[in-house]
């Protein structure tokens, strides 16, 4: 059974910085898609950002310029960086490893770890 791990949430002034990583159980990023999403209370899940397997990235027009998506295949681990954060990036925010396309195909969710901004 594969396990995504998320970690490096956590409470933060605005302005301030953190990195979340997503850490998997076993090698199932190096031909995957990496995506981070994020709920904040009342609202749906949000897509944050993508890496694809060969490293293109992509952002939500909310965090471009403030937030940077990575991925270490051979650490199975994916991080986002988030720089000047903002009270409305408080969210729970989930780790997404998706594979298509190949063999088995797969798509694996993290617990989630809350991100707090305050003012």
């Known amino acids: 059974q594969v396990q995504l791990v998320e970690s490096g949430g956590g409470l933060v002034q605005a302005g301030g910085s953190l990195t979340l990583a997503c850490t998997a159980s076993?090698?199932?990023?190096?031909?995957?898609?990496v995506k981070w999403y994020r709920q904040a209370p009342g609202n749906q899940r949000e897509w944050v950002s993508g890496?694809?397997?060969?490293?293109?990235?992509d952002y939500t027009s909310s965090v471009k310029g403030r937030f940077t998506i990575s991925r270490d295949d051979a650490k199975n681990s994916a991080y986002l960086q988030m720089n000047s954060l903002k009270p409305e990036d408080t969210a729970v925010y989930y780790c997404?490893?998706?594979?298509?396309?190949?063999?088995?195909?797969?798509?694996?969710w993290g617990q989630g770890t809350q991100v707090t901004v305050s003012s």
């Open positions: 076993l090698r199932i990023l190096r031909t995957a898609v």
């Open positions: 890496i694809s397997s060969d490293g293109r990235t």
């Open positions: 997404n490893v998706v594979r298509r396309g190949i063999t088995p195909t797969y798509d694996y």
